[in-house]
């Protein structure tokens, strides 16, 4: 089956360290992004991509970096100079126009303590 | 830039009643609209969509939106609910700039609890 993968669903970090969100697809598409998830927040895009090896900051980029060294995978760091990290974190992917909406990932839950 | 804006962050109906869920976007130029629902536990998934064409789409699990463009709106209704549409709901919206993969941008959600 064609999908979205995040792993792992539930990460625990102490505070301080930078911590890495796994992102892979199988669908063949060209855009991949990361969202972050807050109650009554909505979701906000963190970074997005349209090609391997290029990508874009969103609304709420700081904090956070990525990488697309292959069209299939799109991993998130969350660094430490994100000041508030613990949240849960959607990846998705669509084709390049995106006009037929978003593939989501089940998502990461990452708790810093 | 876009924004959009969900009317209620907390909706608890009955079952058997209808559903109205408000969405208004702000956007100066074309527009393609969505409906996202989160079930319990669950990945986002896609309602329907919008993006041309009649103004009224029908979604799955009997869902359906209208378009409308004079107010800047894009509803989300059902005329029977069920227990099983326990869910949040989001309304998303795409500038039609021609370069569609740069982000959709989401409203803050709509918690809707069924009661039995």
């Known amino acids: 089956d064609g999908g979205i993968t995040q792993s792992p669903k539930y990460l625990f970090r102490k505070e301080g360290q930078n911590v890495t969100l796994s992102c892979e697809q199988n669908?063949?598409?060209?855009?991949m992004y990361w969202y972050r998830q807050d109650p009554g927040q909505g979701l906000r895009l963190i970074y997005y991509s349209q090609i391997v090896n290029d990508f874009q900051k969103g609304d709420i980029a700081e904090g956070y970096s990525v990488s697309r060294e292959k069209k299939e995978s799109f991993p998130l760091t969350v660094t430490s100079a994100q000041k508030n990290p613990t949240a849960f974190y959607l990846c998705?992917?669509?084709?390049?126009?995106?006009?037929?909406?978003?593939?989501f990932g089940s998502g990461t839950r990452l708790t810093v303590v | 830039a876009q924004s959009v804006s969900q009317h209620n962050h907390h909706v608890i109906l009955s079952e058997a009643a209808s559903l109205e869920l408000g969405c208004n976007y702000s956007y100066g130029g074309t527009v393609n609209l969505f409906w996202y629902v989160q079930y319990p536990g669950q990945h986002l998934q896609l309602l329907l969509k919008?993006?041309?064409?009649?103004?009224l789409v029908k979604g799955i699990k009997g869902f359906e939106a209208e378009f409308i463009k004079s107010k800047f709106s894009f509803n989300l209704r059902k005329p029977s609910v069920q227990w099983s549409d326990t869910a949040e709901y989001f309304c998303a919206v795409m500038g039609d700039s021609g370069g569609g993969a740069d982000g959709l941008t989401f409203g803050k959600g709509t918690h809707l609890i069924i009661q039995p």
């Open positions: 669908l063949n598409h060209d855009a």
């Open positions: 998705a992917s669509s084709p390049l126009d995106g006009n037929y909406g978003y593939t």
């Open positions: 919008y993006f041309s064409g009649d103004p």
